[in-house]
């Protein structure tokens, strides 16, 4: 599984940003039914996980720095994952990295995860 993510650039704090992920594989390999997730590494710091959606339902974890002001999404048929980025703060500034997990229910967890994207930057400006 490649994962391919965008979205990214520089935007003003109180801004919005979409990221998007988009999966691909060999034939008829496919993420729908596989945990999703997002993540980042502000500069000189550790990885930190941002969200992850499991396979159907309402099963989402939010990080409690952007709980309220990031919301995760997917579309399956697409095999797409999404994070919508309201309320941008200079402190969001990072490489946003996706992930596709192991098992089907969200989790927080990066050993839980198998493929990583390559990152996309996002820059907050104050």
């Known amino acids: 599984v490649q994962l391919q993510a965008s979205g990214g650039g520089l935007v003003q704090a109180g801004g919005s940003l979409r990221l998007s992920c988009a999966a691909s594989?060999?034939?008829?390999?496919?993420?729908?039914?596989?945990?999703l997730g997002w993540f980042r590494r502000h500069p000189g710091k550790e990885r930190e996980f941002v969200a992850s959606i499991g396979w159907r339902g309402p099963n989402t974890i939010i990080a409690d720095s952007v709980k309220g002001r990031f919301t995760i999404s997917r579309d399956n048929a697409k095999n797409t994952l999404y994070l919508q980025m309201d309320s941008l703060k200079p402190e969001d500034t990072a490489v946003y990295y996706c992930a596709v997990a192991r098992s089907s229910v969200a989790t927080s967890l990066p050993e839980a995860y198998q493929y990583w994207g390559q990152g996309t930057l996002v820059t907050v400006s104050s």
């Open positions: 594989g060999r034939s008829g390999r496919t993420i729908s039914n596989n945990a």
